[in-house]
C-alpha cells in the first residue's frame, strides 16, 4: 500500500513539474502593457493597423488593444494578452502597418507573479525591418518602449 500512495504522489509531483500550462481551472494570467512611442509620432484613428501579439516557444497570442493615452508627449498604447504556458522566452511584438516590426523580449519568470504596479519603461531590442532576415539589434534612434505587469485570479 505504501508503494501504491510513493508510486501515485511520485506520478502527481511529475505532472505538476511538468505541465506548461499555468492556470488548469480558472482564467489564465494576463499581462497589461504600455508601448510608448516616439515624440511627434501619429496613432493611426481607432489604432487601424496596429497589432501586438506575443510570441513564445510555445505558441503565439493577439493582444486586445485597450486604450491609448500620452506621456510626456509621446503617445502610449495600452493592451492585454493572456499568458497561458509556463516558459521564460516571451517576446512581445508591436506591428504598425508600413513600419518595422519591433520586438520587446520580456524580462519575466516562467510562472510570473501578479504585480500590483507597471515595472520600469524598458527599450526596444529588436527591430524586424527586413522580413525574412534575423532582426537587427536596436540602435539609439529606436525611441520605443514598454512597460507591463501581470495580473492573475487564482
Avoid: C
Avoid at 107 to 131: E, M, T
Amino acid at each position: 500500500m505504501l508503494l501504491v500512495v510513493t508510486i501515485y504522489g511520485a506520478v502527481i509531483g511529475y505532472v505538476e513539474l511538468t505541465d506548461d500550462v499555468l492556470v488548469r481551472n480558472g482564467p489564465p494570467p494576463q499581462l497589461e502593457f504600455e508601448l510608448r512611442l516616439p515624440p511627434g509620432t501619429a496613432l493611426p484613428t481607432q489604432l487601424e493597423g496596429v497589432k501586438v501579439d506575443l510570441d513564445t516557444d510555445k505558441n503565439q497570442m493577439f493582444s486586445t488593444l485597450t486604450g491609448t493615452t500620452t506621456d510626456h508627449g509621446r503617445p502610449v498604447i495600452q493592451g492585454v494578452v493572456d499568458l497561458y504556458f509556463r516558459t521564460s522566452s516571451r517576446i512581445l511584438v508591436l506591428h504598425i502597418k508600413g513600419e518595422p516590426d519591433r520586438l520587446f523580449m520580456l524580462k519575466l519568470k516562467a510562472n510570473p507573479p501578479a504585480v500590483p504596479d507597471f515595472g520600469p519603461w524598458q527599450r526596444v531590442d529588436y527591430i524586424d525591418d527586413q522580413p525574412g532576415q534575423e532582426p537587427r539589434k536596436a540602435g539609439d534612434g529606436d525611441n520605443y518602449e514598454v512597460r507591463y505587469r501581470v495580473k492573475r485570479a487564482d
